[in-house]
């Protein structure tokens, strides 16, 4: 497996999309969470959407490999791609810091590889502009998600690489 993360607006999704038509023979692990879709994102595809009491019915009855709380919503990563890997399938995990340091625990654990890559804006201020050409977010988010980017940069030093997403096509 290969773990993505980085805070919010690093360009995740960007280089996943890129990375998927490169790499056929890797799948995206689909994530349940809670929050409300974005315009552009689908069911199924992007995530799996869920009420919170759903979500927390799930937890309970362990179905998630790992979960956390992230911008006030809730995100986890479904038990079944453990199996999807144990068969052989290389999966691609999009998960935030908290998750992927949950996953690199889990799969050194198992003695599974991992490969874990953590994205980095080439600054601050770039990260701010990307977030806000985003679109997707009010200004309440915004500052909580600035202010988490903060913290989820200090545990950079948790992941095999980090890579600098200045440019989309060196990234990728």
């Known amino acids: 497996g290969v773990v993505i993360s980085g805070p919010s ?6 280089i996943i999309k890129a990375v998927l038509l ?3 023979d890797f799948e995206l692990s689909i994530s349940y969470c809670t929050r409300k879709p974005r315009e552009y994102e689908k069911e199924g595809v992007d995530y799996f959407f869920s009420s919170s009491s759903s979500f927390k019915k799930m937890v309970a009855s362990h179905q998630f490999i790992e979960w956390a709380e992230v911008h006030e919503n809730c995100y986890g990563t479904p038990v079944s791609v453990m199996d999807k890997i144990e ?5 691609l995990f999009e998960v935030d810091v ?3 340091k949950k996953l690199i625990a889990l799969f ?3 003695n599974t590889p991992l490969l874990s890559i953590f994205l980095t804006p080439p600054s ?10 985003r679109g997707t977010e009010n200004s309440d988010s915004m500052s909580i ?3 988490n980017a903060n913290k989820e940069m200090e545990d950079s030093t948790t992941f095999n690489e980090v890579i600098v997403n200045d440019r989309i096509d060196e990234t990728v």
Do not use: C, F, M, N
């Not at 607006?9 to 960007?14: E, H, P, Q």
């Not at 068969?87 to 999966?91: L, P």
């Not at 601050?124 to 050409?133: F, N």
């Open 87 to 91: 068969k052989g399938q290389k999966i």
């Open 22 to 24: 490169a790499r056929p």
């Open 98 to 100: 908290q998750g992927a």
């Open 124 to 133: 601050a201020e770039i990260l701010s502009t990307r977030l806000v050409g």
């Open 9 to 14: 607006g690093v360009g995740k999704g960007t």
């Open 145 to 147: 998600r600035l202010k």
């Open 108 to 110: 050194a654990e198992k």
